[in-house]
């Protein structure tokens, strides 16, 4: 993971690395729904009908159809001041960022350091092949869309009870966080949730979520109790003025 320089005043200066744990309350203020806080997608619908192997098994039709209805909220939605904010902090900090949000609201934000740990909602994977990958030009998947191999085209995310394959990944990046920063996430999802504990911890650590709290176990971690659309351009500001 090459570290990234900048110069000032004819000197190299190792730019300090920020790395950014996201989760679907940062894309709460582009109307893209979160899962388990008021009228969350878990608290109307159970996952295990929609989001797991066992529900595409016994009815694709219906999957496909609650991702094409998750996947046009997307294609319609555009990022907010949060997103920006994080790409604000580009300017100073060679910033990471993990999200659990399948949206592209980071990428079309700007951020240029983007990895997806659930998976992206604007591609397809084979049913039959999860290493055949597509990306989608519309927002509608509709059965009897195949992959080269004859297979049905399933959303490319991760559901309930498949392997985060990019874990490892993530976790080495949050290990080399100078600053550790956690947006718009309920902490109660692993692996994700724990990837706070990779991070260094003299490091400073900031959790900016209405619902934020101490993490326990965790050191130097400052509760930010506000919304990513106000919290976050807030906390960019004092740590670029720093
Ligand atoms: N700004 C910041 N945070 C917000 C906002 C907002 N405007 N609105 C809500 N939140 C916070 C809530 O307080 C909550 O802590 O966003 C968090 C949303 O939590 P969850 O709905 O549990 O979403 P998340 O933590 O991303 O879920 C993790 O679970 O279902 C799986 O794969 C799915 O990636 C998801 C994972």
């Given at each position: 993971m090459g570290a990234f320089f900048c110069i000032f005043e004819n000197q190299f200066y190792k730019m300090k690395r920020i790395v950014v744990l996201t989760g679907a309350g940062i894309s709460a203020e582009s109307g893209i729904q979160t899962f388990?806080?008021?009228?969350?997608l878990w608290k109307k619908y159970r996952f295990q009908d929609l989001a797991s192997p066992s529900a595409w098994a016994r009815d694709p039709k219906l999957v496909t159809e609650f991702y094409n209805w998750r996947r046009k909220i997307v294609w319609e939605a555009l990022p907010n001041e949060g997103h920006k904010a994080l790409v604000r902090l580009e300017e100073k900090f060679d910033v990471r960022i993990i999200t659990?949000?399948?949206?592209?609201l980071h990428e079309r934000a700007g951020s240029k350091n983007v990895l997806h740990l659930h998976g992206e909602i604007k591609k397809a994977q084979s049913s039959a092949d999860p290493n055949l990958v597509y990306e989608l030009d519309h927002w509608e998947i509709k059965m009897g869309d195949f992959c080269e191999k004859g297979s049905q085209l399933r959303p490319n995310v991760v559901w309930f009870g498949e392997a985060v394959t990019q874990i490892e990944p993530a976790m080495q990046i949050a290990s080399t966080a100078d600053i550790f920063l956690v947006v718009g996430?309920?902490?109660?999802?692993y692996p994700a949730a724990g990837l706070?504990?990779?991070?260094?911890?003299d490091i400073p650590k900031y959790y900016v979520d209405p619902?934020?709290?101490?993490?326990?176990?965790?050191?130097?971690l400052e509760i930010i109790k506000n919304t990513a659309g106000k919290g976050l351009p807030e906390l960019v500001e004092k740590l670029l003025q720093e």
């Open positions: 388990r806080d008021g009228d969350g659990q949000n399948v949206d592209d996430t309920s902490m109660v999802v706070i504990v990779y991070a260094r911890q619902n934020a709290f101490k993490v326990s176990g965790i050191s130097n």
